[in-house]
């Protein structure tokens, strides 16, 4: 409610409207004082008012005012404290250790560690030397009882596994997940086995041979969520007869390179199965070869021409590997020669095999020389030179 200045204006009003007034107004002791009363302390009350705005207003536009000027000295004199405070401190706290600083330093180390086995991206393909240009996961069967898995994924991808699983990432693992699969082609259960970034290869270790596979690799969350992010070939692995000839055989020739044994590799992962093999492993195994994969009547012999000469060397020698259990401590002889049984039980000798009939007699005798039990192996080698076939037009 605004107060009349003149003081005319007030008299025409009554004293109750005057009392009203004067407490909107903020006078003290109104509610004591009679009508002209009221009247003089209204018309003080409007010129105080009148003076204390015009004031304000001096203040605000005046940066020499002086309750502006004791405002920022009484600002400075607080920030000078503050300063003061700031320094007294960093004068009394002591230099950081030796010992600190190395901790901060393994703390940033294990930090960038823990990215970089966080991320299963591949920087450079093994196949092609360059950046992958798409994400492939490929599966070997290298005996009955190995898998070799190879893997190329494009960093992109592994962006967007960390978009598409948000707060879950950093608890998420990079894991392979590999299905045993029914003959029909579902998964009767899978092994997972945590991976990490920085290589591109995997051995797994399978059990119950022969059986089928097909792997995937992603990230799995600590709940049991997936994100995949490949899906690699199917395979399947040799039987368990094969698989112990393949063990004697690693007696001599142990794998330790793709290349070296490729096209053996190729082979036990379905390459000439009626089926045919899967087009990413070829892909990938004639990529990092740098030659085709298959038989030598589709790889390596060109289109016919004239008869010349057969100039063709090719000499077969043959091997026979007998392997077989036996009771630890078992003393043991294959043709007369002792053969060394190991702590399980197991023995393998390579047996030569020429072209005739043979006789091999192995022989077991227990640790104390009482009991003994022979078997007799009859093998028999014929060996035939085919004439060799003409190709017309490319074709046998």
């Given amino acids: 409610m605004s107060v009349p200045s003149e003081s005319n204006e007030l008299r025409a009003r009554t004293r109750k409207q005057l009392a009203k007034l004067a407490q909107s107004a903020g006078v003290l002791g109104w509610h ?18 009148l003076v204390s705005n015009g ?63 966080h991320d299963i991206s591949t920087i450079t393909s093994p196949t092609t030397g360059s950046s992958p240009e798409a994400d492939r996961l490929l599966l070997l069967v290298r005996d009955a009882y190995w898998i070799h898995l190879s893997w ?98 690693s007696m001599d020739d142990n794998w330790t390179d793709v290349a070296r044994n490729a096209d053996r590799i190729y082979a036990m992962s379905g390459g000439y199965s009626a089926d045919g093999v899967s087009p990413e492993l070829q892909e990938a195994l004639e990529g990092r070869l740098r ?15 004239p008869i010349t000469a057969d100039n063709t060397l090719l000499e077969l020698t043959a091997e026979m590997v007998v392997h077989g259990h036996v009771a630890p401590h078992t003393h043991l002889t294959v043709q007369g020669e002792p053969v060394e049984v190991s702590p399980e039980g197991q023995f393998a000798v390579r047996v030569a095999m020429p072209d005739r009939r043979q006789v091999i007699p192995v022989v077991a005798s227990s640790a104390d020389g009482v009991n003994q039990k022979t078997v007799i192996l009859g093998i028999e080698k014929n060996t035939k030179t085919l004439s060799p076939p003409r190709r017309e037009n490319g074709v046998l």
């Fill in 291 to 305: 030659r085709r994969l298959g038989r030598p009547t589709e790889t390596r012999l060109g289109p016919s021409g």
């Fill in 32 to 49: 004591a004082m009679r009508k002209e009363e009221l009247i003089s302390a209204l018309v003080s009350s409007k010129r105080g008012s």
């Fill in 152 to 249: 190329e994924i494009q960093p992109a991808t592994v962006r967007r596994a960390q978009t598409a699983l948000g707060q879950f990432w950093h608890s998420a693992e990079p894991v392979i997940r590999l299905h045993r699969l029914h003959p029909s082609g579902a998964s009767a259960g899978y092994q997972q086995v945590t991976i990490h970034g920085g290589v591109n290869h995997w051995y797994i270790n399978v059990q119950d041979p022969p059986g089928r596979y097909r792997a995937e690799i992603g990230y799995a969350t600590p709940g049991g969520n997936f994100y995949g992010i490949a899906k690699s070939n199917e395979a399947t692995t040799p039987t368990h007869e094969a698989a112990r000839s393949l063990a004697a055989q």
């Fill in 55 to 117: 004031r304000k207003t001096s203040a605000t536009n005046s940066p020499r005012a002086g309750q502006t000027t004791r405002g920022a000295s009484a600002a400075n004199m607080r920030s000078a404290g503050q300063s003061d405070s700031k320094a007294s401190a960093a004068k009394l706290a002591p230099p950081p250790s030796a010992a600190s600083q190395r901790i901060k330093k393994r703390l940033a180390e294990l930090h960038r560690n823990r990215h970089r086995l």
